[in-house]
């Protein structure tokens, strides 16, 4: 069971700068970006559909790499293990990502929203969906295991996605994606099921087990903290 009383401070503060400053963000410099006629679609002649089209597919893409990219790189996966070392998965899971994460996200998200031109319609719609989706694949739902089959080759579904929070760091290596499923097959991240099986399979950070790490001062203390060689 989740400890609200030492995790509620965390999910207040990463709900606010995930789902609404960081968004309101985007979809504003999205604004100010094509208002001033910068990035690559106001070079070219497209027409305003394949632009909107274009831009949500490469934002989504952006997302996974970005993903992989802050697994990868030790000084900022110190930064993404706090979204990993929860204990249990649940909708604010997908608000639990270190400040300093969310903001250089956020960054991210402005060199290539400068980059493309991406129509500021796109931005909203692409930051809504990912709101949307990420509280989805976070949640402990359960579907009918045929719906499911169906549903994930067009959308991250919690089962595909519940494997990428396993203990197991090669399958913590997997299945990136929070909109779109199709690039972990491209980039051969996919990992259908975990090898326990979901009632087997253990989740978190073993390093960050204790319950007094849902704290909201030594979650944020995490990425500075020194932890054992196997994390």
């Not at 697994?71 to 293990?81: D, E, K, N, Q, T």
């Not at 270190?98 to 031109?117: N, Q, R, T, W, Y």
């Not at 067009?154 to 990428?164: A, E, G, K, N, W």
């Not at 099921?193 to 390093?207: D, R, S, T, W």
Request: with cysteine.
């Amino acid at each position: 069971m989740r400890r609200w009383p030492n995790n509620i401070g965390v999910v207040v503060v990463d709900t606010l700068l995930a789902r609404v400053v960081a968004p309101t963000g985007a979809v504003g410099f999205g604004v100010f970006a094509e208002a001033r006629g910068w990035g690559f679609f106001h070079h070219v002649s497209l027409p305003g559909w394949l632009q909107f089209a274009t831009a949500l597919i490469l934002l989504d893409l952006t997302i996974y790499l970005q993903h992989r990219v802050f697994h990868f790189v030790p000084v900022l996966w110190r930064l993404h293990r706090m979204h990993h070392a929860d204990l249990d998965i649940d909708v604010t899971t997908g608000a639990r990502f270190h400040p300093i994460e969310i903001l250089l996200s956020l960054g991210i998200k402005f060199c290539v929203i400068v980059a493309l031109g991406a129509p500021a319609l796109a931005v909203l719609v692409f930051e809504t969906s990912l709101n949307a989706t990420s509280m989805f694949n976070h949640s402990n739902v359960r579907m009918p295991r045929a719906v499911e089959r169906i549903l994930r080759c067009v959308v991250v579904t919690p089962d595909m996605h519940r494997v990428h929070h396993s203990i197991v760091r090669r399958e913590t290596d997997s299945n990136f994606g929070f909109n779109f499923p199709w690039w972990a097959r491209l980039f051969r991240t996919y990992r259908p099921q975990p090898e326990a099986g979901h009632k087997g399979m253990i989740i978190g950070i073993e390093q960050f087990r204790d319950p007094r790490e849902l704290r909201l001062d030594r979650m944020l203390a995490q990425p500075f903290r020194e932890v054992s060689s196997g994390e």
